[in-house]
């Protein structure tokens, strides 16, 4: 019996780690270019489960510290944790896992705004692809979407500039790809579910020859929706790349990415009252002929060089294109009087942008008065062409019954017509350094200045500026490890955002100079019991000053605030209860306020000072528990709990908490081969994402998908 219990604990071990091991790379040894971006710290190219306290990242550092090593709060969520827990875009991989992120996701901002210790956007919450950035025009980012190609998604909480320049100081989300290996694998996915949901994808890798080694993937979704009518959606993303080893200290890889996606057009639902009554709930109120529809192309050619065990060079050039398209009636406002709904804002948007740039840095490892220590330094520049076209002001209105409507047509009163187009050149020195004084404690130390230089014009008011903006971020921090298994940290960084979107500044917000953060973090981080369980704690407050904020329901106008802060502490835990139980929860606890703004209203001057920002919940939650109950079968439950939110500033329209739980079922059918079945919004919860006084954008109902994945 004890041999029996013994076999049987192994198969329920084996099970739990099947989906993390299926489709596992080749060795760190194998893979050619960056070997500090794709090998985990098991050495497989493919992060652990759990926190991944001992896994190289280069997104809280480019030294390529451990989060362990790194004093700040670092998430690193292995694209198999994702896919296993069947979150398929890049919104619920991040609010399910990473500590404390929210999202107030919806069509304008293009499916992606993320919300991080009390601040908001992308202005504020960076978005990354395989670490580097798309400068972002008006406030939208659309690509990545798809965690198919995704190796892994780190999120670095906390200012970032002095690693990626302007706009991060609530963080970064860096998207990290699947890289070319060089041993053969493959694996595919197809699935079907509730509202149409079809799914496939396709993964291959491996050699070609002695010294090359390829990765494809490739992924499609489409759906018929839950709203109607007009709720279907459709994408597909590709990645593919190459890696030349061109010498065995030189590594060459060259890549390409693309996505085309056309969303839910599916701007939300109207508020009778403070609330969407059920009849209207998953009512689509948008017109006959609405269209959205973004296409994203990203290459990049990187190289790594390194000339003696304590030189490394890295070089990375890239283009960067997008294409998108709005045409929608964007808001609804129930009439009392009338019992109508009036349809308002119908907006025609284009966006044309392309950023060509290059990115070099050299690490030098080696002592300093008799010092070990690491030093990065680095420069990166781009070039930004962007182009809006547009009907602005964006008038015309209707009028329609909420339970009998007709659709209608989309009002074009002035016509679309380039209304912005600016020319942005960006340059930027960084420097990193790590000096270990003992070999319990060593200091981290950043510096970075930016100088971006933005010129924009208004063709249709014959207008436009020309100005350089400037900006120094640094980040100064100390690491103490008693114990090989405890950090002890704390730190001190600055960082700046633009005053919206800095390719796209306007006149007004160019006579000021670029917001400026500060931030005071400390905490811990540990293993225990052998490494089978993991723990963070981090506490900190941030301060920003002389910003801008959208006016919700208003997206083309912004409102002045002197400054904004906000405080909370965050903890993360995971463990391996048994060979057959393990559990990973977060929680974030947050108090942020507008510490300085006013605004005039009906001629009269009103104090917001003391009032919870918009769209900022003051808890987040995640827990995810799993079962390996038979051999072969492991089950997961995931809770994610989110607080309140306000959708204006005076704190009077209020966004209920909610939580939601998910599920999957997963059974091993063959030793190559898995069948899931997944659950979400099992409950049937009613949220709202993100909303205004008006109406608000209703999440996913309860819904369901069977998935089959084979490995070859």
Same mark, same amino acid.
């Given at each position: 019996m004890p041999a029996l219990r013994a076999r049987r604990s192994a198969t329920f071990a084996a099970t739990l780690a099947a989906p993390l091991l299926a489709a596992a790379p080749a060795s760190a040894e194998e893979i050619g270019l960056d070997l500090i971006?794709?090998?985990?710290?098991?050495?497989?190219?493919?992060?652990?489960?759990?926190l991944n306290l001992a896994t190289p990242s280069r997104s809280g550092s480019r030294l390529g510290l451990t989060p362990l090593e790194t004093p700040a709060s670092l998430d690193i969520i292995s694209g198999e944790t994702i896919r296993a827990r069947g979150q398929n875009t890049l919104e619920e991989a991040v609010t399910q896992n990473a500590v404390g992120i929210t999202s107030v996701a919806q069509p304008g901002n293009g499916n992606h705004s993320f919300a991080s210790r009390g601040f908001v956007g992308p202005s504020s919450v960076q978005q990354l692809y395989d670490g580097t950035r798309l400068y972002v025009g008006v406030g939208t980012v659309t690509f990545p979407f798809d965690t198919w190609s995704a190796e892994r998604i780190e999120v670095l909480r906390g200012p970032a500039s002095v690693l990626y320049g302007e706009g991060a100081i609530g963080g970064i989300i860096n998207v990290v790809p699947k890289k070319p290996v060089f041993s053969a694998l493959g694996e595919a996915r197809a699935a079907i579910g509730s509202d149409g949901i079809a799914r496939l994808a396709l993964d291959t890798g491996g050699p070609v020859g002695e010294d090359l080694a390829y990765r494809f993937n490739l992924s499609g979704n489409r759906a018929d929706g839950w709203v109607k009518p007009d709720g279907d959606f459709r994408n597909v993303a590709l990645s593919a790349a190459v890696t030349w080893r061109a010498a065995p200290d030189l590594s060459v890889t060259l890549s390409h990415d693309l996505g085309y996606n056309e969303p839910t057009r599916y701007w939300g639902s109207p508020l009778v009252g403070n609330r969407v009554p059920e009849r209207l709930r998953f009512t689509n109120y948008n017109i006959r002929d609405s269209q959205i529809a973004w296409f994203d192309n990203w290459t990049q050619l990187r190289a790594e060089w390194n000339p003696s065990p304590d030189i490394t060079l890295r070089n990375t050039a890239y283009r960067l294109s997008t294409e998108r398209h709005w045409r929608d009636v964007e808001q609804y406002t129930y009439q009392p009087a009338t019992?109508?709904?009036?349809?308002?804002?119908?907006?025609?948007?284009?966006?044309?942008?392309?950023?060509?740039?290059?990115?070099?840095?050299?690490?030098?490892?080696?002592?300093?008065?008799?010092?070990?220590?690491?030093?990065?330094?680095?420069?990166?520049?781009?070039?930004?062409?962007?182009?809006?076209?547009?009907?602005?002001?964006?008038?015309?209105?209707?009028?329609?019954?909420?339970?009998?409507? /007709?659709? +209608?047509? @989309?009002? $074009?009163?002035? =016509?679309?017509? *380039?209304?912005?187009?600016?020319?942005? #050149?960006?340059?930027?020195?960084?420097?990193?350094?790590?000096?270990?004084?003992?070999?319990?404690?060593?200091?981290?130390?950043?510096?970075?200045?930016?100088?971006?230089?933005?010129?924009?014009?208004?063709?249709?008011?014959?207008?436009?500026?020309?100005?350089?903006?400037?900006?120094?971020?640094?980040?100064?921090?100390?690491?103490?490890?008693?114990?090989?298994?405890?950090?002890?940290?704390?730190?001190?960084?600055?960082?700046?955002?633009?005053?919206?979107?800095?390719?796209?500044?306007?006149a007004a917000q160019s006579q000021f100079?670029?917001?400026?953060?500060?931030?005071?973090?400390?905490? /811990?981080? +540990?293993? @225990?019991? $052998?490494?089978? =369980?993991?723990? *963070?704690?981090?506490?900190?407050?941030? #301060?920003?000053?002389?910003?801008?904020?959208?006016?919700?329901?208003?997206?083309?106008?912004?409102?002045?605030?002197?400054?904004?802060?906000?405080?909370?502490?965050?903890?993360?835990?995971?463990?391996?209860?048994?060979?057959?139980?393990?559990?990973?929860?977060?929680?974030?606890?947050?108090?942020?306020?507008?510490?300085?703004?006013?605004?005039?209203?009906?001629?009269?001057?009103?104090?917001?000072?003391?009032?919870?920002?918009?769209?900022?919940?003051?808890?987040?939650?995640?827990?995810?528990?799993?079962?390996?109950?038979?051999?072969?079968?492991?089950?997961?439950?995931?809770?994610?709990?989110?607080?309140?939110? @306000?959708?204006?500033?005076?704190?009077?329209f209020r966004r209920p908490s909610y939580t939601l739980l998910n599920a999957t079922l997963d059974w091993q059918v063959t030793p190559t081969s898995r069948l899931s079945l997944r659950g979400y919004n099992l409950t049937d919860r009613l949220y709202a994402v993100e909303g205004n006084s008006n109406s608000w954008l209703l999440g996913r109902p309860r819904s369901v998908e069977l998935a089959y994945h084979v490995t070859f």
């Open positions: 971006d794709v090998a985990g710290s098991r050495g497989r190219g493919e992060a652990a489960p759990g019992g109508l709904i009036r349809r308002s804002d119908y907006i025609e948007i284009f966006h044309h942008e392309e950023q060509i740039g290059n990115r070099l840095d050299a690490t030098f490892r080696g002592s300093l008065f008799g010092f070990k220590t690491s030093t990065v330094l680095g420069f990166d520049v781009n070039h930004i062409a962007f182009r809006r076209d547009s009907n602005a002001p964006f008038g015309g209105e209707s009028f329609v019954d909420p339970y009998n409507f /007709a659709q +209608g047509g @989309f009002i $074009n009163l002035t =016509g679309t017509r *380039t209304d912005i187009v600016s020319r942005t #050149r960006q340059a930027s020195v960084f420097a990193e350094n790590r000096l270990e004084l003992t070999p319990q404690l060593a200091l981290v130390t950043g510096l970075r200045y930016d100088v971006p230089r933005v010129a924009v014009s208004r063709p249709l008011t014959a207008s436009g500026f020309e100005k350089t903006f400037d900006s120094v971020s640094t980040r100064v921090g100390a690491v103490y490890t008693p114990t090989p298994d405890l950090a002890l940290y704390a730190q001190v960084a600055t960082a700046a955002d633009p005053l919206g979107s800095l390719i796209t500044t306007s100079p670029l917001t400026t953060g500060e931030q005071i973090e400390a905490g /811990a981080k +540990g293993l @225990f019991d $052998n490494g089978r =369980g993991e723990w *963070t704690f981090a506490a900190y407050h941030i #301060r920003k000053d002389n910003l801008l904020t959208p006016i919700p329901g208003r997206p083309t106008e912004v409102a002045a605030v002197g400054r904004q802060s906000s405080r909370g502490v965050e903890v993360a835990f995971a463990y391996q209860l048994s060979d057959a139980w393990r559990i990973e929860a977060n929680t974030a606890l947050l108090r942020a306020r507008y510490d300085n703004f006013a605004q005039t209203v009906d001629g009269a001057a009103v104090s917001f000072a003391g009032n919870v920002p918009v769209d900022v919940p003051q808890r987040v939650t995640n827990v995810w528990l799993a079962y390996a109950f038979a051999p072969g079968w492991v089950a997961r439950l995931g809770v994610n709990d989110v607080g309140p939110v @306000f959708s204006d500033f005076a704190n009077t």
